[in-house]
């Protein structure tokens, strides 16, 4: 069975930076694009950042050249490097493999528990 276990989220103040990691299983994981979600209270999850089998990352306009997403096969996890946050990517924040392509992509998995990210003065 799949399991997606994400870590690393706090509290930081603006132009802080956060670390994520996400450790899957249950996946043959080298062969999957993995990407990183984000949900903030009242609003839809929204993809923003994903990393081909390859290692090609794609991003979601409102992150990038602040977030940096990249992939550890021996290890079965997928970072994000969060840089400059702002208030507005305070979210929950998810992983998960997906299918298809930037635009069309779906995720293939049940979710795991998230972690919190909070960016607040």
């Known amino acids: 069975q799949v399991q997606l276990v994400e870590s690393g989220g706090g509290l930081v103040q603006p132009g802080g930076s956060l670390r994520l990691s996400c450790a899957a299983s249950?996946?043959?994981?080298?062969?999957?694009?993995m990407g990183w979600y984000r949900q903030a209270p009242g609003k839809q999850r929204e993809l923003v950042a994903t990393?081909?089998?390859?290692?090609?990352?794609y991003y979601a306009d409102s992150v990038k050249g602040r977030f940096t997403i990249s992939r550890d096969n021996a290890k079965n996890t997928v970072y994000l490097q969060m840089n400059s946050l702002k208030p507005e990517d305070t979210a929950v924040y998810y992983c998960?493999?997906?299918?298809?392509?930037?635009?069309?992509?779906?995720?293939?998995?049940?979710w795991g528990q998230g972690t919190q990210v909070t960016v607040s003065s």
């Open positions: 249950g996946i043959i994981f080298s062969i999957n694009t």
């Open positions: 998960n493999s997906v299918r298809g392509s930037w635009g069309t992509y779906t995720p293939l998995n049940s």
């Open positions: 990393i081909t089998r390859g290692g090609t990352p």
